[in-house]
């Protein structure tokens, strides 16, 4: 099994696999930059027709034509966490370890293997959404896990796992470093104000307009004030809520809406560029010792689009302290302004 980390400075949790790779194992995965990696149709388990070599499936919505499945998900082929065992927390010397006990899945986003839920419209786009909502919903009631991670990479630079369209969840039995950063942060302005963060921040970009995107019935779309990366920008119900599962029915499709629209306008403006983006939410709402009261009130769920333009400096990574060679307002401007077929 793999092993998790916390660093005793910084608090950061990290994993160390167990099959530890030589040197080999980053020149052959940095010789080549195409966008994306080997076209790796022919063998693609994630593809129509090889269900039956892909492991168990965990949740699927059924439908439509021949596969006769709109999304499926899968366990993690070669995953960081495992679901059976227990935690083991075990200090070590002066170092804190602890098993990778988790899940680790995969959310196939089409049962075609070129073609993006972005790509295929608004029915497509809510039915992947659905199944965020499902699993994040699901995994919230074992006890072990802190904080469900949903992410998604495309292109190889980042850091992609598989061509075919998918994003993967990661439960972790801690909540990570950056979104503990956040929460703090959430709860810290809340006990000063007495308001959310995120309301505020909602109401402040409505308010000036200058690095709005797109605006819905219930989510704006903006690029943040202090980005991390150029073009970067966040999806933001306007309503609270501080958990994503329990987004209500008639706003799935909304939120598909958005989230297609504006990725096609970034693939648009910057040309496919490789692009992560994360769902931000409370974590596991399993009543524990360490909750505070608050968190229902000063956390407010939303989704971070992050496109993957340049490499980081020794002086960013090391001070994340960001330069960005775009304004959010330009950046905005650019996106608003773009009309992708
Ligand atoms: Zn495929
Ligand atoms: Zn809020
Ligand atoms: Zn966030």
Redesign the pocket.
Known sequence: MHELRKDPLLGKWIAVLSDSKGPDFYLEKNAEHPAHGPDD?GS?I??AGREHEAGREIFAIRGGNPPDWYTRVIPQTSPLFQIEGELGRRGVGMYDRMNSIGANEIIIESPQ?TICAEDSGIAQMSRVITTYKYRLSELEKDPRLRYTHLCKDCGRAAGEG???PHSQIIATPVIPKGIKDELDGAKAYFYYKERCIFCDIADEEMRTGKRIIMDTANFIAFTPFAPRFPFEYWILPKKHNCAFQDIRNEEVEDLGFILMSTLKKMKYVLHDPPYSYVLHTAPNRVPRKDHWHTLGDDFHWHIEVMPQLLKKSGFELSSEFYIMATSPEDAADYLKGASPL
């Open positions: 149709e693609c994630l593809c293997h598989y061509r075919h």
